[in-house]
Each structure stands twice: as C-alpha cells, then as structure tokens.
C-alpha cells in the first residue's frame, strides 16, 4: 500500500491574473509618469528658446509668477506662454481622440484626419473665414458645428443595425473628400487676403489662438479627459467585437455614440484652437501603445503622447528650419512617411481590408 504523496498546489488561475494585471497597471502608471515629465520638459524647453534666451529657472518663476521681472515675464507670458499652452492642450485633445478613434474602430487608419471629422470642421471654419469674416470664439463655434455635423452625417450613413469600423471608415474617408472639395471651391471664390487667412489655419498652427479659445480648450479637456477615462473599461469591452461586449453587458451603442461624442468634441475644440494639424491623432496612439506593452490602450498616456510630439513639431517648425513654418507643415512630412509605412504593414499582414 503506498502512502499517497502531498504537493503543494501552484498558483491559481486568479492569482495570475491578479499578478498580471498588478504588472500592467505598474507598467502603465510608470510610462504615464514619464510622459508627464517628458512633456513638462518640453514644454518649458518651448518657452527657453528663442532670439531672447532664458533659463529654465527664469521660465518657470515667471509663467507661476514667483518672481517680477518686466522684460522676462513680457517674453514668457505675452509671447511664448500661449504658443506652449496651445501646443500642449491641442495636443493632448488630438492624441486622446486619435486613440478613441482606433480602438472604438478596431483599426489603427481610424483617425480624425481621415474620417471626415477634421474635414468638416475645416470646411464650417474656413466658411467663416471667407464668407463671414469670422474670428475668435465664434470661429471656434462654427468649427466645432462642422465637426458634429460631419459625426452626425457619417453615423446615420454608416447605421446598417449596428455601425462596423470598416463601413464608418469608408464612408468617413468620402465624407472627408467631399468636404475637402467643398473647401476647396470655397477658397476659389475667395479674395487673396481671405484666402491666405483661411489657408493659413487649415495648414495647422499652434501660434494663433486667443486666449479665450485657449480656456475653452483646456476647459473641455479638464472635463473631458476623465469622461474618457471613465468610458475607458466601454471601450476595452467594445473593442473584442459588439457581441462579446453585449455577452459582458455593455450597452454597446449608447457606449459607442458617447465614445464618438466624446471623441469628436475633443478634436474639433483642438482644430478651433490650431486649424486641422495633420497626423499627430494617427500616430499618438500606436506610440502610445508601443510603451504601455502590455498595458495598450491608455488614453491619458496617448493624450500625454500626442501633446509631446506636437510640442517637438512647434519647436522644430520655429527654431530648426531656415524659416519658421506652420507646425502642421512639421507634422505632415513626419507624419506622411508614418502612414505610407502603416499602409504597407496592414495590407502584408491582411488587416487592410
């Protein structure tokens, strides 16, 4: 008769789940934290640089104004203080919406620029511009109407009992081209002066908001970040396809239809402020996800990322070209190269459609 043997049982399935996720949530609040600090770095270097130079310490004393220095605080808070605020607020915007985009779409080609969303809120701006002789807030309204129309337009175009990423992609890359045309003509009829105007902010650049436009901005974030973040565990559910999200029982279209909403204010407030600069929302968060590893999908860390990289496209487009240049000329000769590669992959690895 044999003794039977006692062995000590390994980890549970729980356990290493518990453990996995302890690991991504670890990884994940620490590239957070350093994006926080790559994009706090960067922008004081925004604000360092320049034909009048100045230090960091200068930079930071005056912009929380702990010092009082006439000539320092006139260069920091009248000049460069905007530009920096406006890079950081509209690139956080884009960034966070770009990734919603992808993952609410299951496609990494989803993004604002290419689905209409932009395109619209260029063609209401520019319309104002040219046919109204708009400016300010109210410029700021009108393109934030035309992106919620274009949402509007391709939503209802894209309903076939349910809305597919393939489908709203399609028929938002349309959408786009009809705008795009549409402002084109606008344009067209326009006088030089306006012409030159509208052209200028449908290139993209973060220098010309006020600063009611910029409070409007960072006003919508402060409010709509966490309303992503919230929205965030709908999104993961939604994102293994509508029936495993309802068999979960998320509400997938109400989920969808807040995500988009969400989504949509958060880059039309960005191109109010800075005109459509170009693929800074493709781009944001597949570099994101590439640091988190693991933990994909954080849309603070996407949003961190996308302010990071427009803050490096603005000091570039002033300070390393022979001329200074609209940030969105910077962004879309980065950018180009990015989309022709990602073309290429998904196609090899037959994502592509």
Do not use: K
Not at 26 to 49: C, E, K, P, S
Not at 143 to 167: C, F, K, N, Q, S
Request: hydrophobic share 55%.
């Amino acid at each position: 008769m044999t003794t039977p043997t006692t062995t000590t049982p390994g980890p549970t399935t729980v356990d290493a789940l518990r453990v996995t996720r302890r690991r991504r949530n670890a990884r994940a609040l620490a590239v957070t934290g350093v994006l926080a600090v790559a994009v706090a770095a960067l922008f004081v270097l925004t604000m360092m640089v320049g034909s009048f130079r100045l230090s960091a310490g200068e930079v930071i004393a005056s912009a929380l104004h702990l010092t009082d220095n006439p000539s320092v605080d006139f260069v920091v808070r009248e000049l460069r203080l905007p530009t920096a605020a406006s890079a950081l607020t509209v690139g956080c915007a884009l960034g966070a919406s770009g990734t919603i985009f992808q993952q609410l779409l299951r496609n990494p080609l989803a993004s604002p620029d290419f689905v209409g969303i932009s395109a619209g809120a260029g063609l209401a701006a520019a319309g104002g511009i040219v046919l109204l002789d708009l400016g300010g807030l109210v410029l700021s309204a009108f393109a934030l109407g035309g992106a919620v129309v274009a949402a509007l337009l391709m939503y209802v175009l894209a309903w076939r009992d349910g809305v597919t990423g393939y489908r709203f992609i399609l028929i938002g890359i349309g959408v786009a081209a009809f705008f795009t045309g549409l402002t084109g003509y606008l344009l067209t009829r326009a006088q030089l002066s306006e012409a030159r105007q509208a052209m200028r902010w449908l290139t993209g650049s973060v220098g010309q908001a006020s600063n009611s436009e910029l409070q409007l901005l960072a006003g919508g974030l402060l409010v709509l970040l966490p309303v992503a973040v919230l929205l965030q565990r709908q999104l993961r559910a939604i994102e293994l396809g509508d029936d495993t999200a309802r068999a979960l029982g998320a509400r997938v279209e109400l989920g969808r239809a807040g995500l988009l909403a969400t989504a949509v204010i958060l880059v039309a407030l960005a191109v109010a402020v800075a005109g459509p600069i170009a693929f800074v929302a493709l781009v944001a968060g597949p570099i994101a996800n590439r640091l988190l590893g693991p933990a994909t999908g954080g849309v603070v860390a996407a949003a961190l990322t996308g302010a990071a990289l427009l803050l490096s496209a603005d000091l570039v487009a002033a300070h390393l070209m022979p001329t200074p240049l609209p940030t969105g000329v910077v962004t879309g000769a980065v950018g180009a190269p990015y989309l022709l590669w990602l073309l290429a992959t998904t196609n090899r690895q037959g994502a592509g459609g």
